[in-house]
């Protein structure tokens, strides 16, 4: 197949250009729109016709973020259930992955693609009554319990994949030699599934970091994440557009950012070993 | 998967080290463990609230099946059912379509792909919520951008997700913006596997780009895009983030879907014993539509094979 586009046809490679630009504009004009809204006054933000460029940008709005807001606080909150719930989610994510590709226990596997199926508020209605009687409510420890619901099920199975793809004669080499299990699993294939476990690491972050609905039920005023955070700051206070959309664009900043460093791992593990066939 | 689970019960690693796979398990138990403990064990316990008539702060009462035959008659209820298929529906094939056509477009080589694939793949990464607040302000009426942007090319301001009658679609551009690079990595992901002889044995023949797709490509990625339509499939039937932040389920109840109604039943009303039965419902839906879809693609396969 040509992979390549043809020389000489102009028209052609015009036309796939064009179609290349239609594919991204959309999110272009979205970004831009949020970074744009965020640089300006509320003068001009509320200006029709609307004014496209900042002139002169201000950092007014992202002050205001910081000043008015528990901002710091929200983006802690969200840092400890996040980072917290990956962590578990690999410590008992990543053997786990290795279990069921080694012992083929695929069966196991669809237990897991289960929960992707269900909607997370169905988990919500028993978990809120539980933590309202054990107390948890409106604690970081409810919401990084309920975000494994998120993390565990990505890294174990971005772990099945990459654990599959480690030849099972590395390790029969070991057994032969006199390892156990574990030492064969901790010695051969958890170095070699490294990059796996990256991919599952940043992929279970960027969807927990997002979730909004956890926080919405089981948040706190002080133990809220930062998507509801923002959302809640928009309904009760009825802040304007500018300081919005810079909240907005921080609360999305990190996932962003870890998408541009980490583009490659992450179509590796969405297009192959995240959804596997 | 399931063609996967097959295999299984023939012999493995045959003529290797035998270990009992029994002892493998022991890795994924901690994992098993917590999943029942987050996950099934509150299931259980929805299933029990189901026929339970529960208010938070009242009694609870046994009342049978009481909470599904209200289900039955209520048609708030019934209204959100239908909305979230036709929501659904759309928010499948568009991204199906878009998706697909730019994995086509992402297959070949150009310069910068690199980058523009990241830009193309941002929108499924950036915080639903965020981005919703910033559709809310695009959607404005009167200062909105996009009734701006239309009045450039001389068309009428569009009422948005101000109107019932527009609402629907209006969160469904969202839901596409959001998920179409979802659908572009997975069938890029099938495409990076495609043979090369095909290919060339049609160029020779003279075959036309469109025909190469239509009868080469298509067939062989055709498996892909069922998983992809099982995904965003189950994904559209869940959605929440974007209308709750959006519209929270209106003007009136115009875009209230399923997991909306679900959500104002036990966390608005704290109606728990009612809305776990939505839950039950909800969930049968979702695994019903699941195994159609996977029930098709497998009839797909042996059509191919």
Redesign the interface.
């Known amino acids: 197949m040509s992979n390549r586009i043809k020389s000489g046809g102009i028209w052609r490679n015009i036309g796939f250009g064009l179609s290349v630009f239609a594919l991204v504009s959309p999110a272009i004009l979205v970004f831009l729109w949020m970074i744009s809204l965020s640089l300006k006054n509320e003068l001009d933000n509320t200006a029709y016709p609307p004014v496209f460029i900042p002139n002169p940008p201000t950092f007014a709005n992202y002050i205001e973020v910081f000043e008015k807001n528990n901002f710091l606080l929200y983006f802690w909150n969200s840092l400890l259930v996040t980072g917290g719930a990956v962590l578990i989610g690999l410590l008992v994510g990543v053997p786990a992955g290795y279990g069921i590709a080694r012992s083929k226990a695929y069966r196991t596997a669809v237990m897991i693609l289960i929960a992707r199926m269900t909607p997370a508020l169905s988990y919500l209605i028993p978990l809120f009554l539980l933590f309202q009687i054990v107390g948890l409510i409106g604690s970081i420890w409810a919401l990084l319990i309920t975000h494994l619901v998120i993390t565990v099920p990505i890294i174990v199975w971005v772990m099945i994949g990459y654990f599959e793809g480690i030849p099972q004669e590395l390790e029969d080499a070991a057994y032969v030699d006199g390892a156990t299990l574990w030492q064969s699993f901790r010695y051969i294939a958890l170095p070699l599934a490294r990059p796996g476990m990256m991919v599952g690491a940043i992929l279970a972050f960027i969807f927990s970091w997002n979730n909004f609905v956890f926080s919405v039920v089981l948040g706190g005023k002080n133990s809220r994440t930062l998507p509801s955070a923002v959302y809640n700051s928009l309904t009760f206070e009825q802040i304007s557009w500018g300081p919005l959309a810079a909240a907005a664009l921080l609360v999305t900043l990190p996932v962003i950012l870890m998408t541009i460093a980490a583009q490659r791992e992450i179509v590796a593990g969405l297009s192959a070993g995240g959804l596997k066939d | ?1 399931t063609d ?2 097959l ?2 019960t023939e012999p ?2 045959a003529g ?2 035998h ?1 009992a ?12 463990l ?2 029942a403990a ?2 099934i ?3 259980l ?2 299933l029990v ?1 189901s026929v339970m008539e529960f208010k938070v702060g009242g009694a609870i009462n046994f009342v049978g099946l009481g909470n599904f035959t209200k289900l039955a008659s209520d048609s708030r209820f019934l209204e959100s059912v239908g909305r979230t298929f036709w929501f659904t529906v759309l928010a499948v094939v568009f991204p199906i379509g878009l998706g697909t ?2 994995a086509v ?1 992402f ?4 310069p910068f792909r ?1 980058l ?8 499924m ?7 919703a ?3 809310t ?2 959607f404005h009426p ?2 909105g ?1 996009l009734n ?1 942007l239309l009045s450039l090319i001389g068309l009428a301001p569009f009422a948005w997700v101000y109107d019932p009658n527009t609402v629907i679609i209006t969160l469904v551009l969202v839901e596409v ?1 959001h998920w179409t690079p ?1 659908v572009m ?2 069938v ?3 495409m ?1 596997a ?1 043979p ?1 002889d095909p ?2 044995s049609a ?1 020779i023949d003279g075959a036309s780009d469109w025909q ?1 797709f239509r009868f080469i490509t298509l067939p062989l990625i055709l ?2 895009i069922m ?1 992809a339509v099982v ?1 965003r499939t ?1 994904d559209a ?2 959605v ?2 974007t209308i ?2 959006i519209t929270q389920g209106g003007p009136g109840t115009a875009s209230e879907t399923l ?1 909306i109604f ?2 104002l039943q ?2 608005q009303f704290y109606n ?1 014993g009612y ?2 039965a939505v ?1 039950m419902v ?2 049968v839906i ?2 019903a539509l ?1 195994l159609l879809l996977l029930y098709m693609r497998q009839r797909l396969k042996w059509n191919a094979a």
């Open positions: 998967m996967k689970a295999p299984a493995t690693h290797g080290t270990l796979p029994r002892r493998y398990f022991l890795f994924a138990l901690p994992a098993l917590l999943m987050v996950i064990s509150p299931w316990f929805t609230m056509a730019a477009v297959h070949r080589q150009f690199g523009l694939r990241t830009i193309f793949i941002m929108p990464m950036a915080t639903p919520v965020a981005v607040l910033v559709w302000m695009m009167q200062l951008v701006y913006w979802l990595l997975i890029l992901g099938g990076a495609l090369t290919y060339d160029t190469m498996p892909y998983v995904i189950i039937l869940k929440f983030d709750f932040v997991n679900l959500y036990a966390f728990l809305a776990s839950v909800f969930f979702i695994v699941s």
